[in-house]
């Protein structure tokens, strides 16, 4: 899919149907619940602290063509992942970031969006057809953006500004190409 066929509106890319995707044996979550049961046969306790190896935290987009683990080369255990739409840097995510550093250790920030994101569709209209939908406004802001190297940039400018944080010398901002799986880094200035 390229981001010229993504759609999103608040109903109509919704697919119709109270039981979710089907599948032949269930719901995509009895598919998941299933795999689980495999995995745990396969399972040993690392014995694993709760502390990141590698005391790093990476913030990404949500984005279902994004292996973190696999496109980082990151391991069990290795770091803290906090993933929402766009991989925008919100107060939750501060949230998550002031936890990692301050409780768990973490010292660096790497900071992901990436190619063909689907918020780059959107705009502050999906908010206000949201509200005439439902009749009520959201709190949070739809966070949508035209300019993918901007928006690194903002979010690289919030973790550096934000009083919460205990380390901000370590913060690298990234847009990750989902068609040749590079990484390239945005200039922070
Ligand atoms: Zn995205």
Known sequence: ????????????????????????????????????????????????????????????????????????????GDCHTIRNAGGVVTDDVIRSLTISQRALGTRSIVLIHHTGCGMESLTEDFRHDLEMEVGQRPAWAVEAFRDVDQDVRQSMQRVRTSPFLLHTDDVRGFVFDVRTGLLREVDPA
């Open 1 to 76: 899919m390229t981001s010229s066929v993504i759609r999103m509106t608040t109903s109509a890319a919704i697919p119709s149907g109270p039981e979710g995707a089907i599948t032949s044996d269930g719901t995509v979550t009895d598919r998941l619940v299933e795999a689980n049961q495999g995995y745990a046969a396969e399972f040993t306790d690392p014995g694993m602290d709760a502390r990141p190896v590698l005391q790093v935290a990476v913030v990404a987009c949500m984005d279902a063509r994004l292996d973190l683990h696999a496109a980082l080369g990151l391991e069990l």
